[in-house]
Structure formats: structure tokens, C-alpha cells
Nanobody
């Protein structure tokens, strides 16, 4: 079992920045990938950014050049630096971990943290 604890959401004005953090804890697991998803009211959850164990990254087009994902492999944490925020970035942001426990590949979600950007 893997537990995820998120922090860093909040309310900001357009153009400002926020940093989200997520820490994974548990026993006898390895992480394949860590990332962030978001879900705005009335919309499907979408991938925002993900970093694989080898360091490769993938971003949704709408955040490229504004958001940066980073990981601390030793601490099993993943951060999302969000710059030049826009009202359309308003959503609940969820940390996501693809982990391996024994022979099983499992997906875990954080509890979600609200990001609100006003114009």
C-alpha cells in the first residue's frame, strides 16, 4: 500500500504562481512514474504532467512552458511548479503514482488539492 499526501493548493490571481507537492510513503514499493492530474467542474480528469522513473516527462499542451514537474527520487516526492497561472487552470489537482509492489503494478491517487485562479 502507498499513501500520498498533497500540499500547496490555494487561490491566486491570474499570472501568479503556485507549487504543489506530493509525498509518497509506504513499504516495499518502487515507483514507475509520478505525476499530476486535474479535474475541473463538469470536465473529465486530465493528465497535467508526469515524470517516469527514467526522468522523461510529458505535459498536456495547455501547460507547456508554464508548468514544471520535478521529482526527488530519494524522498519519493513530486512537485509541480505552476507559473503564469490562468483561470482555465482552476481545478482540483490530484497526485498520481504508478507503483510496483511485488509483481503487481498499482495506481494510487492523492486526496486532491484545489487550485483556483481568478482573473
Amino acid at each position: 500500500q502507498v499513501q500520498l499526501v498533497e500540499s500547496g493548493g490555494g487561490s491566486v490571481q491570474a499570472g501568479e504562481s503556485l507549487r504543489l507537492s506530493c509525498a509518497a510513503s509506504g513499504s516495499r514499493f518502487s515507483i514507475n512514474a509520478m505525476g499530476w492530474y486535474r479535474q475541473a467542474p463538469g470536465k473529465q480528469r486530465e493528465l497535467v504532467a508526469v515524470m517516469a522513473s527514467g526522468g522523461s516527462t510529458n505535459y498536456v499542451d495547455s501547460v507547456k512552458g508554464r508548468f514544471t514537474i520535478s521529482r526527488d527520487y530519494a524522498k519519493n516526492t513530486v512537485d509541480l511548479q505552476m507559473n503564469r497561472l490562468k483561470p482555465e487552470d482552476t481545478a482540483v489537482y490530484y497526485c498520481n503514482v504508478d507503483a510496483r509492489i511485488g509483481a503487481a503494478n498499482l495506481r494510487y491517487w492523492g486526496q486532491g488539492t484545489q487550485v483556483t485562479v481568478s482573473s
